[in-house]
């Protein structure tokens, strides 16, 4: 099957550093994938969208790499704040509908 | 308030009952989506309609769920005979049309059910 795989472990880390959140997708080569920020009890919020042709994409502190050799997408969050502090979802689209992976919370400690 | 909203925002309900959700998308968005999503898990695709044709609807989907979008504006996701399993947050979401794939969701708040 087509699957979106994030690292469903919390991750840790301290204020102002860089949080680098892993994407693995097997089986296929999606031409897009896409971020998104979820906060409890709401839903999610699109963040970045990067393409298959596509090596790099930056916004303001965030940065998301494409490598479709290693079948991965990474998410970084440059100087890291508490209110970063977060559930970051992959998802691949094609045709329009999201295939989500199962999210990586990220929290930041001042 | 010019975003995706959803009605109600929590319901618990009996097992055995039937259910209804609605969703108001963005009003210049032609898609809308229903996902469904458990504790610790993403959102899961339900179905999507692009105007008021339904496009795809998953295979996991029951059939006692239907969502309908019968002007092409707000759309509701009714669920019958509910169960403790369908018991989960369930997300609206909008965008404008793409056959590409590339397109942004704009999701809502979601209503949370509860099946006792």
């Known amino acids: 099957s087509q699957k979106i795989e994030q690292n469903s472990e919390a991750l840790n880390i301290q204020e102002g550093k860089t949080a680098t959140l892993t994407c693995n997708y097997t089986?296929?080569?999606?031409?897009?994938l896409q971020w998104y920020r979820q906060d409890p009890g709401r839903g999610p919020v699109f963040l970045l969208l990067?393409?298959?042709?596509?090596k790099e994409k930056r916004k303001e502190r965030l940065k998301v790499t494409f490598d479709t050799t290693l079948k991965q997408s990474l998410f970084h969050i440059t100087a890291s704040q508490p209110a970063d502090s977060a559930t970051y979802l992959c998802?691949?689209?094609?045709?329009?509908?999201?295939?989500f992976g199962q999210g990586t919370t990220l929290q930041v400690k001042p | 308030d010019t975003g995706v909203s959803q009605n109600p925002r929590h319901k618990i309900t009996k097992r055995g009952q039937n259910v209804t959700f609605r969703c108001d998308p963005i009003?210049?968005?032609?898609?809308l989506y229903w996902y469904r999503q458990t504790l610790g898990q993403g959102p899961e695709f339900l179905t999507y309609?692009?105007?008021?044709?339904?496009?795809?609807k998953s295979r996991l989907l029951s059939d006692r769920f239907s969502a309908e979008r019968p002007k092409g504006s707000f759309s509701t996701l009714e669920i019958q005979r509910t169960e403790q399993g369908d018991s989960a947050m369930y997300l609206c979401?909008?965008?404008?049309?793409?056959?590409?794939?590339?397109?942004?969701?704009?999701f809502g708040p979601g209503t949370r059910l509860t099946v006792l």
């Open positions: 309609f692009q105007n008021e044709a339904q496009l795809e």
């Open positions: 009003s210049e968005h032609n898609r």
């Open positions: 990067i393409r298959e042709n596509e």
């Open positions: 998802a691949r689209s094609n045709t329009g509908k999201l295939i």
């Open positions: 089986n296929y080569s999606p031409a897009y």
């Open positions: 979401a909008s965008s404008l049309n793409s056959y590409r794939g590339d397109n942004e969701q704009f």
